[in-house]
């Protein structure tokens, strides 16, 4: 301890002035805490600069004079708007050039009323900056940290604690602990390895409309919710079909896991014109001008089920992706990042539309790794 320590009577520790400057004031502060504030320079408060009306008791009068003054003109627009408010006609109108005409009453009021208001405004700013005082004040911040005495005392606590557990003291109770935790995370890993949704973009490609799930054999695009299949022909120029999987029936025969079934296999089915499409491999893909893409958007995974017939535009209605059927659902405004994919579709010999084959790229959000 130096000669200007003391020690602190409640810790027992030893506390030193912060400094001779006035930075800390002249509080005893712990001895490590004032080696850290010694590496650094205090830069201080940059000197105070007086104002003219400080100094100089015209200055101030002539600022008080200057206040008063702009008090009395917002007195004096205040006048203004009283007297209009009783003076002027009703039905006087006044002609701006620019705006047109005018209730002369109106504008007189509105001008008055609110020249009267910035001028106190005006007048209170004035004030404040030349007469009000303007001293700098500065407060002293208390300690923050605790000292290294009420820290050791902090790490005893503890230690006592964890002695009273007697958790050092008997290996078996240590080790059997260790042995249940570490085992315990296993399954937590197993969940999300195993259980939290599909892995591999295979899986997640599937959907109820891969043909495997119908014994090989194409699948047929049935109204939803009747469950009806659709005809080519019954698909005229601008309709549009809220589409299922026939497999879906199975699901719903048996009552069980209908929606997850549904949920990624809803497909909007529309009929544009075939000029009208300008993608090859969109056309490929649907039958003279009717075309199949998944209602599930890519952004989130709303339900895409607004169709603007004109534009040719399907809108997610969440937040407001739009996609352009003329060019394979390309995105075209909105926070999705790729295209609605598309179902492949043909026609059956009875004439039915049915898809050969499922989705070729996942549907829905893209939360996954993709090449595009
Ligand atoms: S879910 Fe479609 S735009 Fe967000």
């Known amino acids: 301890m130096n000669h200007n320590e003391t020690t602190d009577p409640g810790t027992g520790s030893a506390l030193v002035p912060a400094s001779d400057s006035s930075d800390h004031g002249h509080e005893l502060l712990p001895a490590s805490l004032v080696r850290d504030a010694d590496r650094f320079e205090n830069p201080g408060l940059p000197a105070h600069v007086h104002r003219q009306a400080d100094d100089d008791p015209k200055a101030a009068r002539r600022a008080e004079r200057q206040v008063a003054t702009l008090f009395g003109l917002s007195m004096l627009a205040t006048l203004v708007f009283l007297v209009s408010y009783f003076a002027i006609p009703d039905e006087s109108v006044f002609f701006f050039p620019g705006i047109g005409r005018a209730k002369t009453q109106n504008v007189v009021l509105g001008l008055s009323l609110g020249f009267a208001i910035f001028l106190i405004g005006i007048g209170a700013v004035h004030w404040a900056k030349t007469l009000m005082s303007d001293e700098e004040v500065s407060e002293e911040r ?67 409309w891969d043909p495997k799930d119908n014994g090989g054999k194409p699948i047929r695009l049935m109204r939803d919710p009747e469950m009806t299949p659709i005809k080519f022909d019954e698909v005229t120029n601008g309709s549009v079909f809220h589409v299922m999987p026939e497999t ?68 997610c209605p969440c937040h407001q992706s739009t996609f352009d059927l003329t060019e394979d659902c390309a995105v075209i405004f909105g926070p999705a990042k790729r295209p609605l994919p598309q179902l492949k579709i043909t026609v059956d010999d009875a004439g039915y539309l049915v898809a050969p084959e499922g989705f070729a790229e996942p549907v829905g959000p893209s939360f996954w790794e993709r090449a595009r």
């Open 248 to 315: 879906l029936q199975k699901y719903i025969d048996e009552g069980k896991h209908v929606l997850e079934a549904k949920a990624k296999a809803a497909v909007i089915l529309i009929r544009l014109d075939p000029n009208d499409i300008k993608v090859q491999k969109a056309r490929d893909w649907g039958v003279d001008g009717v075309v199949a893409y998944s209602k599930i958007c890519t952004h989130v995974g709303c339900a895409v089920g607004l169709y603007e017939q004109q534009t040719h535009h399907l809108l």
């Open 142 to 208: 208390h300690l923050q940290a605790s000292t290294d005495e009420q820290r050791a005392k902090a790490v005893a606590v503890v230690k006592e604690g964890v002695e009273s557990t007697q958790f050092a003291r008997r290996p078996l109770i240590k080790y059997s602990l260790g042995g249940a935790l570490g085992l315990f995370a296993l399954p937590l890993g197993l969940q999300v390895a195993g259980s939290l949704g599909p892995v591999t973009v295979e899986e997640l490609k599937h959907t109820i």
